[in-house]
């Protein structure tokens, strides 16, 4: 039974998105975490978590051990020695320099820093690279989607050729998200749901699925009120059961990551442990919308 999958995906731990195990450094919410990123290693291996989705953005160029051989022989080392892993890549730089809105020179340089990253997943054991079309690079109408298309279709023959998934977070609606993936009918492009960007825009799971549910890859774990920021996991509107009831109509066997609110600075390990258990515990069925119920 598919509740089976998930109370051993359970069993088993979760991940987390990068950062969270930290201090935020310069005061960002989400971001590569230029000084911390060793000791997020060692942490996500006491709190029990199975590994990390690891951020490549513009903010960590010259300190992300991704960039170089000898950084990710390091890199390598250090996920052995931990027993963790390094599940997928959050490629944040393409919010920060998005594959549309650019020059002719521009997206070239862009899909060649893609095809790069894609290039170096076999080695790090990666396979699948989350690509971020939300806030600064979302997809504002049908030329700019046009654009993202044909940027796409212009970097399969590479992630064919590694492995690699292309999992697409958008803000789109439910059915401009399905014309989307419609244009782009390859069994590496699947969907990253982000449960909490959901609930903000307002977005009902039943309506996501039914678009695109037998494309949805990985799912991060958030909790947002509607057309608010982010919340303790409970404390917002996503519709936990909802989306659980989904998950096993569409059969799910993808990942779960953890993308949730932070805590108090210098907590951050007992914080996300506390979370993961909540997120584990709405995997075996538990209640997860206390605000709604309380």
């Known amino acids: 039974m598919m509740s089976d999958y998930l109370s051993q995906y359970a069993d088993a731990g979760l991940y987390t998105m990068q950062g969270r195990l930290g201090a935020p450094e310069e005061g960002r919410f989400q971001s590569f975490p230029r000084q911390g990123w060793r000791l997020e290693i ?38 052995a020695q931990h027993g963790v892993a390094v599940v997928s890549i959050c490629a944040d730089y393409f919010m920060d320099r998005p594959l549309l809105r650019c020059s002719q020179a521009e ?17 790090m054991g990666v396979g699948r690279v989350v690509l971020p079309f939300v806030d600064a690079s979302r997809i504002r109408d049908e030329s700019e989607r046009d654009q993202v298309v044909a940027n796409l279709r212009q970097v399969l023959p590479q992630a064919e050729r590694h492995g690699v998934e292309l999992h697409l977070e958008t803000d789109l609606a439910p059915q401009a998200f399905r014309e989307l993936l419609d244009l782009l009918d390859h069994p590496l492009v699947k969907v990253n749901y982000d449960a909490g960007n959901s609930a903000s825009l307002g977005y009902r799971p039943a ?31 996503t519709d936990f059961p909802s989306l659980r009831e989904q ?38 069925g538990t209640a997860l919308n206390e605000r709604k119920t309380s």
């Open 42 to 79: 060692a942490r996500a291996a006491e709190i029990g978590l199975r590994g990390i989705e690891w951020i490549y953005d513009l903010f960590g160029e010259g300190a992300n051990p991704l960039e170089t051989a000898q950084g990710r022989e390091e890199l390598r080392g250090l996920l």
């Open 207 to 237: 309506d996501e699925f039914s678009a695109y549910g037998a494309r949805v890859g990985s799912v991060h774990i958030k909790d947002r009120r509607l057309g608010a920021t982010t919340v303790p996991l409970g404390q917002g509107d």
């Open 107 to 123: 997206n070239a340089e862009l899909l060649e820093r893609l095809q790069w990253l894609l290039g170096i997943c076999p080695e």
């Open 247 to 284: 998950l096993i109509q569409y059969d799910y066997r993808g990942d779960f990551v953890l993308q949730v609110a932070r805590g108090n600075a210098g907590d951050e390990a007992r914080w996300l442990a506390s979370m993961a258990a909540l997120a584990a515990g709405w995997l075996r």
